[in-house]
T-cell receptor, first 114, second 112 residues
Framework: DAGVTQSPTHLIKTRGQHVTLRCSPISGHKSVSWYQQVLGQGPQFIFQYYEKEERGRGNFPDRFSARQFPNYSSELNVNALLLGDSALYLC?????????????FGDGTRLSIL | SQQGEEDPQALSIQEGENATMNCSYKTSINNLQWYRQNSGRGLVHLILIRSNEREKHSGRLRVTLDTSKKSSSLLITASRAADTASYFCATDAETGGFKTIFGAGTRLFVKA
């Protein structure tokens, strides 16, 4: 079975622009989570979606939004990009919501803001 | 802010030696998980230990959990060069919605 896939793998944007990152979960997984990982740090939780509903939100500004589609794929949108948004954005899927499930990660989208 | 903090931040050992990494957290948990990340890649789940468990094994991995001290340790025995990676602990929090909180990680380098 295919693992979690993310697109694009790399992206370069300038300050003030908008970006959309995409994630396809493992087949059968209904939960998708998004993380931001700055170089040298651990992943920071942004959102979790389960059955198309938001189940958790991290400490990120309203410029960050996400949604989950009927096929359980997900998009992360970031508006008014800042230099500090440069990071690796990771998507993870699991069968169900909650912390009892191992999460399966994609290899991320590397976002660079100029 | 990150709930989990790993110690040490970096560790360099020879192949065949054991590697021990520690994680501390701040609030009550239902379970704690350990993940591994190779450079530039996504994280890979290693092991999950529930709050009512004290020790768990998986191959060359041994995880302990001390809820009274709010700490966990990951031991990798007979390390290999391929174990070179960053290792993170992660805990769940369910206040105001669900969150997974990762520590800053331990960077392990195993010399062949």
């Amino acid at each position: 079975d295919a693992g979690v896939t993310q697109s694009p793998t790399h992206l370069i944007k300038t300050r003030g622009q908008h970006v959309t990152l995409r994630c396809s979960p493992i087949s059968g997984h209904k939960s998708v989570s998004w993380y931001q990982q700055v170089l040298g740090q651990g992943p920071q939780f942004i959102f979790q979606y389960y059955e198309k509903e938001e189940r958790g939100r991290g400490n990120f500004p309203d410029r960050f939004s996400a949604r989950q589609f009927p096929n359980y794929s997900s998009e992360l949108n970031v508006n008014a990009l800042l230099l500090g948004d440069s990071a690796l954005y990771l998507c993870a899927s699991s069968h169900r919501t909650g912390g009892t499930q191992p999460q399966h990660f994609g290899d991320g989208t590397r976002l660079s803001i100029l | 802010s990150q709930q989990g903090e790993e110690d040490p931040q970096a560790l360099s050992i020879q192949e065949g030696e054991n590697a021990t990494m520690n994680c501390s957290y701040k609030t009550s948990i239902n379970n704690l998980q350990w993940y591994r990340q190779n450079s530039g890649r996504g994280l890979v789940h290693l092991i999950l230990i529930r709050s009512n468990e004290r020790e768990k094994h998986s191959g060359r991995l041994r995880v302990t959990l001390d809820t009274s001290k709010k700490s966990s340790s990951l031991l990798i025995t007979a390390s290999r060069a391929a174990d070179t990676a960053s290792y993170f602990c992660a805990t769940d929090a369910e206040t105001g919605g669900f969150k997974t909180i990762f520590g800053a990680g331990t960077r392990l380098f195993v010399k062949a």
